[in-house]
Antibody, heavy 119, light 107 residues
Framework: QLQLQESGPGLVKPSETLSLTCTVS??????????WGWIRQPPGKGLEWIAS???????YYNPSLQSRVTISVDTSKNHFSLRLSAVTAADTAVYYC???????????WGQGTLVTVSS | DIHMTQSPSTLSASVGDRVTITCRAS??????LAWYQQKPGKAPDLLIY???SLESGVPSRFSGSGSGTEFTLTITSLQPDDFATYHC?????????FGGGTRVEIK
């Protein structure tokens, strides 16, 4: 059964870079017609899509975050990653990684990881 | 960007009630809409995709309908396990966008 697991620091200082990795187990990340993405949820608020990547390397970004975000995929390690620079308190959220087959919704999710931006 | 508006934001209901949640898109998304259920402290679970297709393993009391700009999620007989927050999401075009969520609470 395919599983996703987020990893990375739970505390990041303002102005620094948030880095998270999502490790895929139980299946290959190198599958066509599937995108891998990051979605976040500030405490008590709704869901916000951040970015998506295909195993080919094709990427899509939320314009509201695009200037600060990089998503990448490493097929040799079966994981994909998120970098968000110049973070502020507004970036405090639970960050989820997820898998979306084309023409479907986000079908598989990681458990989520809380990232707090604070000095 | 396509803006998604859910209503109501909170819904109070009893076990056995029929519940309907509405999601409106700011422009046509054809049928490229998904619904998710989220419980506190958990990741969302996919319920419905392509507006009306039931995800495998999801109880048949859940159904989705609509196309274009107006969509509904219906729970025909609310069960105790259904008290949660529900989100719609369009995947017609990037950026992918979610509705604000509807919290279904016990009356």
């Amino acid at each position: 059964q395919l599983q996703l697991q987020e990893s990375g620091p739970g505390l990041v200082k303002p102005s620094e870079t948030l880095s998270l990795t999502c490790t895929v187990s139980g299946g290959s990340i190198s599958i066509g017609s599937v995108s891998w993405g990051w979605i976040r949820q500030p405490p008590g608020k709704g869901l916000e899509w951040i970015a998506s990547v295909y195993s080919s390397g094709t990427t899509y970004y939320n314009p509201s975050l695009q200037s600060r975000v990089t998503i990448s995929v490493d097929t040799s390690k079966n994981h994909f990653s998120l970098r968000l620079s110049a973070v502020t308190a507004a970036d405090t959220a639970v960050y989820y990684c997820a898998r979306r087959p084309d023409y479907l919704g986000w079908r598989t999710w990681g458990q989520g990881t809380l990232v707090t931006v604070s000095s | 960007d396509i803006h998604m508006t859910q209503s109501p934001s909170t819904l109070s209901a009893s076990v056995g009630d029929r519940v309907t949640i509405t999601c409106r898109a700011s422009q046509s998304i054809d049928g490229w809409l998904a619904w998710y259920q989220q419980k506190p402290g958990k990741a969302p679970d996919l319920l419905i995709y392509q507006a009306s297709s039931l995800e495998s393993g999801v109880p048949s009391r859940f159904s989705g309908s609509g196309s274009g700009t107006e969509f509904t999620l219906t729970i025909t007989s609310l069960q105790p396990d259904d008290f949660a927050t529900y989100h719609c999401q369009q995947y017609h075009s990037y950026p992918l966008t979610f509705g604000g969520g509807t919290r279904v609470e016990i009356k």
